[in-house]
């Protein structure tokens, strides 16, 4: 190897050094040396630097995790973000050192960390590397080239999908694409030195992308990649105008497709859906972390689980960790339900590999890791238990019981309860250290959110532990302390609440769905209802009717619907009917009729009610309750709540979360209109203390 000079500090974040002719600039901006303000005076400053006669060729390297994953999305909107020089600007630079300059990555090459090995006219990649242009899934679109350079360098077609997607793919796939010169197992600088000695000759003219004529848009169809967004996508604006931009990368030179793909970044950058989408992307990277837990604290080793029950959530639990690579010790009570189980599971898999998303082999891999058994003594060998048994705390704690007396000391036992207080789980067993609430949401192996809930006196390392092991299988775990319904279903009661009362005073179940849907909610409360079943919460209220205030105001649609059998979609009519076999609802006359007996046996008036009427009522019951949450320390940051919303019960994420929602509306306003429903409905709307204090005290966030 070359000799080294001593290292340079250009900047804070950027460290020159030379190795024989070779100038090394090292990107060193943890977490993920992204382009701030530092990165790129260090950069510009480097690339001066080599242009000393002495240096033949520069190649770019980062320190840590990776390469570079792209903008500080931090400096979004602050100073620091119009220091000069720009990023563009600083690849300008880059492209006339006209040196050979090497991109040497290993980790990952993100966003703008691609857009910068794009500038230079070589890059070399270790081969699993994490390579892409995600900017959509922030609402945004490639902004410092990619969508002019990308379909330059492998053909539009290639870079039209892997930016409308903002999907990654591995550094060998990359290299497959054309998008790596080099693909290596070892240290990417190591490769790049010798490159630069092997293969690149004296005075080479280097290559670069910006002198490739425009792409061709043979065999590509714009249109047809615009009639996939769909509307209701989260990033469907973001989208479009990428398409828009790789097409402008077919038609006009670079310098003219790069000015219109800089105008459509700046239009979205400031739009509130991409600052809502900002939002939501920091607050599932700041919901895994423990304020009041010691950093230090080490996970307990999990390498086997055990799933208890084998029925809806149990099957997808399962499936969630085989699918993070766990072997999983699936256990019933009954045959029936066993086998019925597997072959859920086996279906489910075998859909996805249908859709192009798994191979056979994936199928079969994934499969096997999934041993299914009747015997709760299987149990004994797991890190991790998970009990997914009905929803009843008498049949729970007989299997904690079971559990506590077979289990190996230090195992985790977690319950997947929807709402059962896991304290008085916790408190029936020797080691309620032990155990902790992990309730996942229904497909358990699609939905991204897992609420971990922490009992009174669950170990920290269990929260740690669980936390870690949320992220190994690709979930986003929020953490919640017990209430009735947790974080997110106490928060659906209330909205369910005000939907009931909306029907009785005037509207329909189609109109809520429909003014909810055009909100932005992925699914209306009804439909929702009849998705889940409405027997579950009719048990419920059975259950509670004696202990409730009778002085509160009580729908009895869902009871009068439940009285006449209509449990919702198992039984083809809920709130809706539903055709043979069919999933989509249609309204029904015998339900109106019933909302207006119910209104009138009960002497409320129906009056036209206003679309905003309706999402005010629901929304903002939904924010009130969130607020009083928050205020009891149920949750940690109103950021968690936002993501226990947009990850698990379809709030749209381009409006960032119902507690982000309330901020945008302003505190006072959201609190005025609470104070001006509790004057009409009475005390179901008392504000949250924290939202009065927090509007007392004139601020105008939760945090
Ligand atoms: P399910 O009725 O589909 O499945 C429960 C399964 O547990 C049945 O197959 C039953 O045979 C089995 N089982 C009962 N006692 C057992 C025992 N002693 N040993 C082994 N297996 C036993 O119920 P589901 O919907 O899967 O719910 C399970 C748990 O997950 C409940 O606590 C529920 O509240 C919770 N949950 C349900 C969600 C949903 O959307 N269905 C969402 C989130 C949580």
Redesign the pocket.
């Known amino acids: 190897m070359s000799e080294t000079t001593q290292i340079v500090n250009l900047s804070p974040t950027v460290q020159y050094e030379v190795r024989g002719e070779v100038a090394v600039i090292r990107l060193a901006n943890p977490p993920v040396n992204g382009l701030g303000d530092t990165i790129r005076t260090g950069l510009s400053a480097g690339i001066s630097a080599a242009h000393d006669d002495a240096i033949r060729a520069v190649v770019i390297v980062g320190d840590g995790k990776g390469f570079c994953g792209g903008a500080d999305l931090r400096q979004f909107g602050t100073p620091a973000a119009a220091v000069k020089p720009s990023v563009s600007e600083v690849f300008d630079q880059i492209q006339a050192l006209r040196k050979p300059v090497v991109a040497a990555i290993h980790g990952f090459a993100l966003g703008g960390g691609l857009e910068l090995a794009l500038v230079c006219n070589y890059r070399i990649a270790q081969t699993g590397a994490t390579i892409g242009l995600p900017e959509v899934n922030v609402g945004l679109l490639p902004g410092a080239g990619g969508t002019q350079r990308l379909p330059r360098l492998i053909g539009t077609g290639q870079a039209l999908e892997m930016i409308q997607n903002g999907a990654t793919v591995t550094a060998a796939r990359a290299a497959e694409l054309g998008i790596m010169d080099h693909c290596v197992a070892g240290d990417p600088l190591d490769a790049a030195l010798a490159f630069l000695s092997n293969s690149v000759p004296e005075g080479a003219g280097a290559p670069l992308i910006d002198d490739r004529p425009p792409a061709s848009s043979e065999g590509v169809d714009f249109d047809a990649a615009r009639r996939r967004v769909r509307p209701s996508t989260r990033n469907g604006v973001a989208q479009l105008a990428a398409i828009d931009a790789v097409e402008a990368a077919t038609t006009h030179s670079i310098g003219e497709g790069l000015a219109l793909e800089r105008t459509a970044f700046v239009r979205l950058v400031d739009s509130p859906e991409a600052k809502a989408l900002r939002h939501v992307f920091f607050a599932e990277k700041q919901a895994a972390k423990v304020a009041d837990i010691d950093r230090a604290t080490a996970p307990r080793p999990i390498n086997r689980i055990a799933v208890?029950?084998?029925?809806?959530?149990?099957t997808g639990i399962a499936m969630a960790f085989a699918n993070g690579g766990f072997p999983v010790d699936l256990?019933?009570?009954?045959t029936d339900?066993l086998d019925r189980g597997v072959r859920t599971i086996r279906r489910n898999y075998e859909a996805t590999a249908a859709k192009g998303r798994l191979t056979a082999q994936q199928v079969e891999q994934r499969i096997a890791l999934i041993a299914p058994s009747l015997d709760?003594g299987t149990a004994s060998t797991a890190d991790l238990v998970v009990e997914?048994?009905?929803?009843d705390m008498a049949?729970k704690k007989?299997?904690f019981a079971k559990l506590d007396a077979l289990c190996k000391p230090g195992a985790l036992l977690a319950s997947?309860?929807?709402r059962l207080d896991v304290d008085e789980l916790a408190r029936s067993v020797s080691r309620p250290q032990d155990v902790i609430g992990l309730?996942?949401?229904?497909p358990a192996n699609v939905m991204k959110l897992l609420e971990v809930v922490r009992g009174d006196a669950t170990a920290d390392d269990v929260v740690v532990t669980s936390l870690a092991l949320a992220q190994k299988i690709a979930k986003v775990p929020v953490l919640s302390k017990v209430c009735d319904g947790f974080i997110g279903n106490r928060m659906l009661s209330p909205y369910r609440r005000e939907a009931d009362f909306l029907l009785e005073e005037g509207t329909t179940p189609d109109r809520i769905d429909s003014v909810l849907r055009d909100f932005g909610l992925a699914m209306g409360p009804f439909a929702m209802s009849d998705l889940?079943g409405l027997d579950i919460g009719w048990a419920a209220r059975k259950r509670l009717a004696p202990t409730r205030p009778k002085h509160l105001r009580y729908s009895r649609v869902a009871d009068v619907l439940c009285e006449s059998g209509r449990f919702g979609q198992k039984t083809a009519a809920g709130y809706f009917r539903y055709g043979d076999g069919s999933r989509n609802p249609v309204p029904d006359p015998v339900v109106e009729e019933v909302i207006r007996r119910c209104a009138a046996e009960d002497g409320i008036e129906r009056r036209e009610i206003s679309d905003a009427e309706i999402v005010d009522r629901c929304i903002l019951a939904l924010v009130n309750e969130g607020a009083k949450i928050l205020g009891e320390g149920i949750a940690q940051r109103a950021s968690d709540i936002d993501v226990v919303y947009v990850d698990g019960y379809g709030f749209p994420a381009y409006r960032g979360g119902p507690m982000y929602y309330a901020q945008n509306l302003g505190l006072a306003e959201v609190l005025r209109k609470i104070r001006e429903f509790e004057a009409t409905h009475g005390e179901c709307w008392t504000p949250a203390p924290l939202l009065e204090k927090l509007v007392r005290d004139g601020e105008t966030t939760f945090q």
């Open positions: 208890i029950g084998a029925g809806t959530m149990g256990i019933e009570q009954n339900a709760l997914a048994v009905f929803e049949v007989e299997v997947n309860t929807s309730h996942f949401f229904s889940a």
